[in-house]
């Protein structure tokens, strides 16, 4: 079949194209943050994944001081299983478990160990590549933002104190 007669270049989209493999998970807040939400895409691209994350209803910026971590930036994980039970609601999203760490490698260096959400007035976009898994790998794990930003040190999970979200990987498309 000749493209071109239909006006398209050789290298457009045709029916039977591979289509990246795709995965998304919508975001919501729990009690300790109820007006978060957003989502996260994850995409397969050449050597790896490009992850996306837009989110709205962070908590605002607060400095540490003494004791007191920093709310904010805000530690975004992958963990192990893809439940958002609340359980206690001065602890939640236990349900979604430790971080994901296929490869048993000490925190700051696990698969699921992602860069922390700025937040601009409640808001954060960001979107970074990883080489760490494939798309496929990830569909049923939890997402997780937690209250403070991760120290990426800390074992096993860099101290990034309560879940303030989750959500629940899923396939994305056909």
């Known amino acids: 079949m ?3 007669q239909y006006g ?3 290298y457009s989209y045709y029916p039977y194209r591979n289509i990246p493999a795709m995965a998304y998970a919508m975001i919501q807040g729990g009690p300790l943050a109820p007006k978060i939400n957003g989502y996260v895409f994850f995409r397969e691209v050449p050597n790896g ?6 989110v709205h209803g962070l908590p605002h910026y607060q400095q540490g001081s003494g004791d007191k971590k920093p709310v904010g930036p805000h530690g975004f994980h992958l963990h192990e299983k893809g439940v958002c039970e609340i359980g206690d609601k001065e ?7 430790g971080h994901w760490n296929p490869d048993n490698q000490p925190h700051g260096n696990h698969a699921g160990d992602f860069p922390v959400l700025f937040s601009n007035d409640g808001y954060s976009k960001m979107s970074f ?3 760490r898994f494939r798309v496929e790998d990830v569909i ?3 997402v997780i933002i937690h209250q403070h930003p991760d120290d990426y040190q800390s074992q096993p999970s860099g101290d990034a ?3 303030l979200a989750c959500g629940v990987i899923m396939k994305y498309g056909m």
């Open 49 to 54: 994944v490009e992850v996306y994350i837009e």
């Open 91 to 97: 602890d939640p999203f236990q349900s979604a478990g």
């Open 140 to 142: 049923g794990k939890g």
């Open 8 to 10: 398209y270049p050789a």
């Open 129 to 131: 590549f990883t080489n």
């Open 2 to 4: 000749n493209y071109y």
């Open 161 to 163: 104190g309560k879940r």
